[in-house]
């Protein structure tokens, strides 16, 4: 069965360097999705992304978080200058279509914990 | 925006027992969804579920759009269903993005 995956599992970064998170999202998928859930708290949107664009982004999404889909497979949340307050798990998800009336399953992949020391 | 919660927050179970899992949401949606997180952090999804009811092997899940909720049932529970249920909604605004509730703690004792 297809599936979302992210590299790595796990970062450890010290505050103020660059990171990049990885997903592949489902072959055949349109949107693609990053969430984060800090630790004993629940999942939040951060950035939706549609045809090589962004289509919404939450207030967490400010300028020192970007996407971007590289190449045909691959789509990536970087972090510009980390913070202490960026420690979480982040997931990436996807979905196939914009299926109306109804939204679409969304896929999620096993995460990427952040430790920012 | 939309306010999703799940009761009860905390749930400690025998292995074996039943259970039914709530969620309630402020808003028209165009999707629901209900996720186990596992203790490694995982989101495994259980069911899309935007209206009717679904099953799968121990596991149904009903929701009710026009009343604004939905349930999530487990049946004969096992130590394997520990975890954090999530339901986790899609506005019906013409984004996708989902609203995720705040979690129900299950915990299934031997």
């Known amino acids: 069965e297809p599936e979302v995956t992210q590299t790595p599992s796990h970062q450890v970064t010290q505050m103020g360097q660059e990171v990049i998170l990885r997903c592949v999202p489902i072959?055949?998928?349109?949107?693609f999705y990053w969430y984060r859930q800090i630790l004993g708290q629940k999942v939040e949107f951060l950035v939706s992304?549609?045809?090589?664009?962004?289509?919404?982004k939450s207030e967490i999404f400010d300028d020192q978080f970007s996407v971007e889909r590289p190449d045909g497979s691959n789509f990536t949340l970087k972090i510009r200058s980390t913070k202490l307050e960026d420690s979480a798990m982040y997931f990436c998800?996807?979905?196939?279509?914009?299926?109306?009336?109804?939204?679409?399953?969304?896929?999620f992949g096993p995460g990427t914990r952040l430790t920012v020391l | 925006g939309i306010q999703v919660e799940q009761s009860p927050p905390d749930l400690i179970l025998q292995e074996g027992a039943n259970s039914t899992l709530r969620c309630n949401f402020s808003d028209s949606v165009n999707n629901l969804q209900w996720f186990h997180q596992n203790p490694w952090g995982q989101l495994i999804n259980l069911f899309y579920i935007p209206s009717g009811t679904k099953q799968n092997g121990r596991l149904s899940a009903t929701t009710v759009a026009t009343e604004r909720y939905s349930l999530l049932y487990i049946s004969s529970s096992q130590t394997t269903d520990s975890g954090v249920y999530f339901c986790a909604v899609e506005m019906n605004t013409g984004f996708q993005k989902l609203v995720f509730g705040t979690g129900t703690r299950l915990l299934v004792s031997p």
């Open positions: 998800a996807s979905s196939e279509r914009v299926g109306r009336p109804r939204g679409d399953e969304q896929f």
């Open positions: 992304f549609y045809n090589n664009e962004i289509s919404e």
């Open positions: 072959s055949n998928h349109l949107y």
